[in-house]
């Protein structure tokens, strides 16, 4: 597609239960990010994607925090057993070639989620 | 420790003025990049402007400037000629390179925006 896409916009979920959350990025794109936002903040780092290297999971807040990217492509970011502090704008973002400094992201919509 | 930091939780300016936005950033990498990013209330990251630690010269995109001082470590945005549609969330950001890869972006935690008419 033409720009990076996200689903769900927005979810709302019962504490306690699992959601996922999908990123589609621009094609071609080797480098493939996801950063939380809360109410007011900032971006806060969870994970990056490079190719078929290990992805980098160091912003990952807890081990209920995973994500994958199957084929290079398609992110999956799965969150167990939510909690209310889960509640934010999970942001994805993809850029041709993480090889080069001078590349800029390109942001999906983001997921809206909300536990209650 | 904090790598961004921007001390202006929120700004005002003059429909027509310029202003600038500080950002100051912490690295012991002699490559790295700095961005901006503007997020309107719609929610969506529209990247400005980029300036790489090697580059001569400031950079520049039509109403945005970047004013880097690197012994500062310093990168403010100046917008000129301020319009309402600038209203918005600013965040600056870095990303540090080593000799063989490069890293995750790493955003402040952003200005506050607002264009008086």
Known sequence: GAGVSQSPSNKVTEKGKDVELRCDPISGHTALYWYRQSLGQGLEFLIYFQGNSAPDKSGLPSDRFSAERTGGSVSTLTIQRTQQEDSAVYLC???????GLGYGYTFGSGTRLTVV | AQKITQTQPGMFVQEKEAVTLDCTYDTSDPSYGLFWYKQPSSGEMIFLIYQGSYDQQNATEGR???NFQKARKSANLVISASQLGDSAMYFCAMREGTKTSYDKVIFGPGTSLSVIP
């Open chain 2, 64 to 66: 945005y400037s970047l």
């Open chain 1, 93 to 99: 973002a993809s850029s041709p070639n993480s090889e």
